[in-house]
């Protein structure tokens, strides 16, 4: 069994959470998450199964979207409503300020993680200092903003879609969102609407998934993952060729390091391949059972 399984994570599970439950229900040996989603938080969690977590971090780096609601007038620790709050403020926002301000967030940005996010700094997890109340200094870190959209807007809170790269803090950007717009504000819901080709309308709840007799019959096959890249069918020579080792010729130039999608004759995705330079390219990840252990035979 492989493929993607496109997961609507409820509030309350951790990504581990789910994928463990996955493993145990359907006893499977290869699962994993494709980038964690907060307990707190709910939404669309591509999980990679079988030779599908070979391809785990090209969905973790995948661009994402949220629907994300902000509270204004209290800034908290953690940058949600579970942190302990840090400061209060009376002032509030009108419409056309906010969304001016919402402006300036587009493109290239900064953030500080937050203490509460599991990236290292030092080699330390920053929860698990955040847990024994310490705080250290945090490098600022660059993610890209696509798209902010304003859904609904009040005196006290304010709804907003997201659109941004991976590594992206909503959370931090609520906050830099308040303090730009002279008052405090906090991240009170939080739901992942898409990660890569993986939309929320198309996402199973685990109860749903508990229906099904056959759990391939809700698995994503890995090549819709990589819909945007060149595809190329091979014959069965030139993948023992690329299985050997050997570079093979592209038809139209490339950038280096452009990602391609191989096929097989039966069009079957057998792996992905990586441009070495404009006019070449070889293996970059096997993707089937086939291409791992090199069981092709000649064309004739």
């Not at 490098?139 to 941004?164: H, M, N, Q, W």
Request: aromatic fraction near 6%; proline fraction near 3%.
């Amino acid at each position: 069994m492989k493929g993607i399984l496109n997961v609507l994570k409820p509030v309350g599970m951790t990504s581990h959470d789910v994928v463990n439950h996955i493993r145990k229900t359907y006893r499977l040996d290869k699962v994993g998450h494709t980038g964690t989603l907060d307990p707190g938080a709910s939404g669309v969690l591509p999980i990679c199964i079988g030779k599908a977590t070979r391809v785990s971090s090209y969905v973790m780096d995948s661009t994402k979207t949220y629907r994300a609601e902000m509270t204004f007038g209290t800034a908290t620790d953690s940058g949600d409503s579970y942190g302990n709050i840090l400061e209060t403020s009376e002032e509030r926002p009108d419409k056309e300020t906010f969304l001016s301000v919402l402006d300036r967030f587009i493109g290239e940005i900064e953030q500080v993680p937050p203490m509460t996010s599991a990236v290292k700094v030092g080699g330390q997890t920053l929860y698990k200092l955040a847990r024994k109340g310490q705080e250290i200094e945090r490098p600022k870190r660059k993610v890209t903003i696509y798209g902010i959209s304003l859904v609904r807007f009040t005196k006290e809170k304010a709804v907003i879609d997201v659109t941004c790269s991976s590594g992206t803090y909503i959370r931090t950007l609520i906050a830099d969102i308040g303090k730009e717009c002279g008052t405090a504000a906090y991240m009170s819901f939080l739901i992942r609407t898409r990660v890569n080709c993986f939309c929320i309308e198309d996402a199973w709840p685990l109860e749903m998934l508990k229906e099904k007799a056959n759990l391939e019959d809700c698995l994503c096959p890995i090549e819709q993952v990589f819909r945007d890249l060149e595809q190329i069918t091979l014959t069965k020579t030139e993948i023992r060729r690329l299985l050997n080792g050997l570079a093979m010729p592209l038809k139209t130039k490339q950038k280096k390091d452009t990602l391609l999608l191989l096929f097989d004759q039966k069009r079957e995705a057998v792996a992905l391949g990586k441009t070495i330079s404009s006019d070449s390219y070889k293996i970059f990840k096997n993707l089937s059972e086939v291409a791992e252990t090199g069981r092709y035979e000649s064309d004739s």
